[in-house]
């Protein structure tokens, strides 16, 4: 594997993902020399949005053996969120996330009463609370990502930012404009894009590199399940404001997370196409909405989308959101020698495996991954990549393919909600902001989005409304 590979999503990547895995997200930091900045060599970190996955992040981060690392601020929107993710945090075993609270993290976890933080400014606060060379982690979301890396660049802070990054272009453009900042800055920039550091899909990945798929023809990926997430939604209650119901429901809603599409399934779409090596050109897509009885929010039950890349590759992507179906989470790639399992089940999940020819078939298997238990976790050997690189002050930014994941992930979802072919030039282009003045609300402000006499939102109509998604 590359040398560099910690750097998987860095600068010089043209159209396709960077060909470096994450290797060095292994490295035993037990034996890394402390050159943090902090005069104790601490690495401090304040959490924004204190949801499920942002309290992932930070148990994650506590876990990073061999390093001091300290939770010293907390912010949300709501107070409840704080209160909750403290105590998974604190107690025993969480057996929500697939890593283990253990005994030591109440000593990591500095947050009172007076850095915990609450309002749509809370954001500067917690991040008021660290020193340059700490870390940022930005977990609200999607909305609010532009905002929260432009201070913590501004601070000199290093980074974790949850996927996706943005739902449009003009977003999109303005965080790639704050990297050229932190690049120039010398911070580290971690995405929650962790299947690039899924031990299974790296090997894999290698392997697809030297050849023994041969060319890659077809890539099929699935995500199909029932309800989840705030996916659903029924007509706002009165309380609280609209606006911050909404960010509630952030599944519900384009403007704040991209729907589902964009959130749920951004990481398939992701890992194909760095196995890939390459990001789709285009995109053309359908799906529909029959079961969501008197549900308001904006998505589609189901969709269907087929990715096409410059060498006319294909990448069929299906995801689904309905009670009663059949389920299916994992992904598949057919090349022209042989075929593979990349992830089994979930957005990343192993064994990996390769077969001879174009038959699954357990006979036909030629190779299956294996991993060491410590490096079962990608989400794990993603922080230990980025503290790595912040103790030993290596390069580390993996924006521009976070961003590359957001746009061509909402290519797909404009694809379908349009009943367009929708090419990345296009998108790249365009114009259209879904959360214009962010920087400005307060508790009172309007949402984006403003509901009807009836409580519905406008939802796609595909062939109807073609230049913009509803």
């Known amino acids: 594997m590359s040398k560099n590979s910690q750097n998987s999503g860095g600068r010089g990547h043209r159209l396709s993902l960077g060909s470096q895995v994450g290797a060095a997200a292994g490295v035993a930091l037990a034996a890394v020399p402390h050159v943090h900045a902090a005069e104790d060599n601490t690495i401090r970190v304040a ?271 299906n995801g689904r959101c309905m009670h009663g179906t059949f389920s299916q989470f994992a992904s598949y790639l057919h090349g022209s020698k042989a075929c593979a399992i990349a992830s089994r089940i979930n957005d990343c999940g192993g064994p990996s495996s390769m077969f001879q020819g174009r038959s699954f078939d357990k006979t036909a298997q030629v190779w299956q991954s294996e991993v060491p238990p410590r490096e079962i976790s990608p989400y794990q050997n993603h922080w230990n990549a980025l503290i790595a690189a912040v103790v030993e002050g290596r390069p580390f930014n993996e924006v521009e393919a976070g961003v590359m994941a957001s746009l061509v992930t909402s290519m797909g979802r404009k694809a379908a909600h349009t009943g367009t072919e929708v090419t990345l030039d296009e998108m790249l282009a365009s114009t259209e902001e879904y959360a214009p003045a962010l920087d400005q609300w307060t508790e009172d402000s309007a949402p984006p989005l403003r509901s009807d006499a009836e409580g519905r939102y406008p939802v796609p109509q595909p062939g109807i409304v073609t230049d913009r998604e509803y």
């Open 47 to 317: 959490l924004i949005g204190c949801g499920f996955r942002g309290t992932g992040a930070v148990s994650n981060a506590l876990s990073v053996e061999g390093v001091p690392v300290r939770l010293v601020a907390m912010a949300d929107l709501f107070p409840n969120r704080i209160e909750s993710s403290l105590k998974n945090l604190t107690s025993a075993v969480d057996a929500r996330y697939d890593r283990l609270a253990h005994e030591g993290f109440e000593r990591q976890i500095d947050v009172g009463l007076d850095r915990q933080f609450v309002g749509f400014d809370a954001y500067k606060k917690a991040m008021d609370c660290l020193q340059p060379g700490d870390i940022a982690i930005l977990a609200t979301p999607l909305a609010f990502r532009w905002l929260h890396f432009g201070y913590a660049v501004a601070k000199g802070l290093n980074v974790f930012m949850e996927k996706p990054l943005t739902a449009d272009a003009v977003t999109s453009r303005r965080i790639l404009e704050l990297n050229r900042q932190a690049e120039a800055k010398n911070l580290k920039v971690a995405v929650g894009l962790m299947s690039r550091h899924a031990r299974n899909l790296q090997q894999l990945y290698q392997r697809v590199r030297d050849g023994e798929l041969g060319d890659i023809l077809l890539m099929r990926a699935y995500r199909m399940h029932g309800p989840g997430g705030t996916a659903f939604s029924q007509r706002w209650p009165g309380t609280p404001s609209e606006l911050l119901w909404q960010i509630q429901r952030f599944h519900s809603f384009i403007w704040a997370g991209g729907g589902v599409f964009s959130d749920f399934y951004i990481h398939l779409i992701d890992h194909c196409c760095w196995l890939k090596d390459a990001w789709p050109v285009k995109a053309l897509g359908l799906g529909g909405r029959h079961d969501r009885g008197n549900c308001v929010d904006q998505n589609f039950d189901f969709y269907n989308v087929e990715y096409t890349f410059a060498d006319g590759t294909k990448l069929r992507f």
